[in-house]
């Protein structure tokens, strides 16, 4: 088997769960193109832990909603799959080798940043999926360096990802207004430039230089997840965009593939 890519997915909003879109059909696409891993390692923003890191390794993790005030069909959906105890246990062994302070977490199940996208992924839910929670002291060269601990897993045919979103205005995403959709596109395109080149410097940095950054981000939670993926990596180059584009007007919904050209059809 080839070293497996790793993998930043945009989840935007609980929503993309009913309503895929491109980015939805982007990921099913992928899925479907690269061979399967043993399993799946996540990082989300919405499971964050202080002065430690925690690896899920609960055999049957459970779906967890935990979001409010979205389509209450939302509130009905499961995603069943399978832990892997053992890649847990090879998870915390390589971050306490890297320096981190880690241990399993038998009772933790899988966020909304972990399950949406993987319905989109894995519709089956037949890979299993180790969450790996994000420490709340977390910037952007520690990002990166949690991401280095994690990329050994990929050769034991384990999928590193980093689930965030590329553009995350929460407060312009409630207010539903349209007038925000030039600066997510341009703050977008800036990295998926830095991306396409294999800038990794440019896109460690991209809240401090790139256009409307703070806009962008107002909180840096969101686009630390691409900084894991970007460390996990088996190479920066080459490296696939899965289009997402812009969904209510401010979240842009690109997704990156480093180190394996994957062919989607």
Not at 37 to 64: F, K, L, N
Not at 104 to 123: C, I, S, T
């Amino acid at each position: 088997m080839q070293v497996l890519p790793s993998l930043f997915v945009s989840h935007g909003a609980p929503t993309f769960a009913l309503r895929p879109g491109a980015a939805g059909a982007a990921l099913s696409a992928f899925g479907r193109a690269l061979e399967r891993p043993r399993a799946v390692v996540i990082v989300s923003p919405h499971w964050m832990t202080r002065g430690r890191v925690e690896v899920s390794s609960a055999s049957t993790p459970e779906t967890i909603h935990d979001f409010g005030g979205f389509d209450r069909a939302l509130y009905g959906l499961h995603y069943p799959a399978p832990g892997d105890p053992a890649v847990a246990a090879r998870a915390v062994e390589l971050l306490k080798g890297a320096g981190w302070p880690a241990s399993a977490n038998e009772r933790h199940g899988l966020d909304h940043g972990a399950w949406v996208p993987l319905m989109h992924l894995y519709p089956q839910a037949d890979v299993p999926v180790v969450q790996v929670s994000m420490p709340a002291e977390l910037d952007a060269a520690l990002a990166f360096k949690l991401g280095r601990a994690l990329a050994p897993l990929a050769q034991m045919g384990v999928l590193v990802i980093g689930s965030g979103s590329l553009t995350h205005n929460l407060y312009e995403f409630r207010q539903g207004s349209t007038a925000g959709a030039a600066y997510a596109r341009e703050f977008a395109q800036w990295v998926r430039a830095a991306v396409e080149r294999g800038d990794a410097d440019s896109i460690v940095r991209a809240l401090e230089v790139a256009p409307h950054a703070a806009r962008a981000h107002p909180t840096a939670e969101h686009f630390l997840p691409l900084l894991v993926a970007l460390g996990a990596a088996p190479a920066l180059l080459p490296a696939t965009v899965l289009e997402g584009g812009i969904v209510d007007a401010v979240l842009a919904m690109d997704s990156f593939a480093f180190g394996r050209a994957v062919a989607m059809h």
